[in-house]
């Protein structure tokens, strides 16, 4: 009885604290000037706020009473799916800052000393 | 108080904090001035559907949601290379 219990209420931390990151993303996602700041708050909503309450589901149905055979399903789907979004949350960022800077579709408003624009980085990183 | 019960109260008070996440982070698709910034709100947005399907999952206490968040994983990237795609070389590879 007092592992599932455990079971349970870590899972139901876990995505208390996912919950958190998410409304916290969101409202980053509104108050963020700039597009390169509001990566940041994309990557706060997808690995604190996708990835830990995904583990939070998985701890949960490993402890959740109901239905035996299934519980063990539900919790390795989410922690496949946790897993992929641990690698395709940072690339797929990372590919959209990288084509937003570089077609000068986002131009980096907030910027004092531009590095990236000095030096001929990769394919001569177009002009803006 | 019996685990089952406490489960579904402590997700049905979750369920209405992940409506007002989707609320805000469309109006960032709304708003969005630049195409990559919609395209990290739709990133933000699908991630958090993939959650919000996994924790349904659980309040109705069936696996048969549980396949579709690694689906819309999945997509969400597809998405991000092929605008990265576009944006970049104005191709997508087709």
Redesign the interface.
């Known amino acids: 009885m007092y592992v599932?219990?455990i079971l349970?209420f870590l899972g139901?931390a876990l995505?208390?604290i996912?919950?958190f990151f998410?409304?916290i993303?969101?409202?980053g996602?509104?108050r963020l000037p700039d597009?390169y700041s509001?990566?940041h708050?994309?990557t706060v909503?997808?690995i604190g706020?996708?990835v830990v309450?995904?583990i939070g589901?998985a701890l949960?149905?490993l402890?959740?009473?109901?239905?035996g055979v299934?519980?063990l399903?539900?919790a390795g789907?989410?922690i496949?799916?946790a897993i992929?979004?641990l690698m395709?949350?940072p690339?797929?960022?990372h590919?959209?800052?990288?084509?937003?800077y570089?077609?000068g579709?986002?131009k980096p408003l907030y910027i004092s000393i531009d590095e990236l624009a000095t030096k001929s980085e990769g394919r001569g990183g177009e002009k803006r | 108080m019996d685990?089952?019960t406490?489960?579904t109260y402590?997700?049905s008070a979750?369920i209405p904090?992940?409506f007002?996440?989707f609320i805000?982070?469309f109006?960032?698709i709304l708003r969005g001035p630049?195409?990559?910034?919609i395209?990290?709100?739709i990133?933000?947005l699908g991630?958090?559907l993939?959650?919000f399907l996994?924790?349904l999952?659980?309040l109705f206490?069936?696996?048969l949601l549980?396949?579709c968040?690694?689906v819309l994983?999945?997509w969400?990237?597809a998405l991000?290379?092929y605008?990265?795609?576009y944006?970049?070389a104005r191709e997508i590879g087709a």
Do not use: N
């Open positions: 599932e219990a349970v139901e995505i208390a996912g919950v998410d409304i993303a969101s409202i996602m509104l597009f509001r990566i708050a994309l909503g997808t706020g996708a309450p995904l589901v949960l149905a402890g959740a009473p109901f239905l299934y519980r399903y539900l789907a989410a496949i799916t992929l979004l395709l949350a690339t797929g960022t590919v959209i800052a990288r084509a937003a570089r077609s579709a986002a | 685990l089952s406490q489960i402590f997700i979750v904090l992940y007002i996440a805000l982070y109006v960032r630049t195409i990559p910034d395209v990290i709100a990133d933000a991630y958090d993939a959650v996994a924790v999952a659980i206490k069936s696996p549980i396949p968040p690694i994983a999945l969400i990237y991000d290379i605008v990265a795609k944006l970049e």
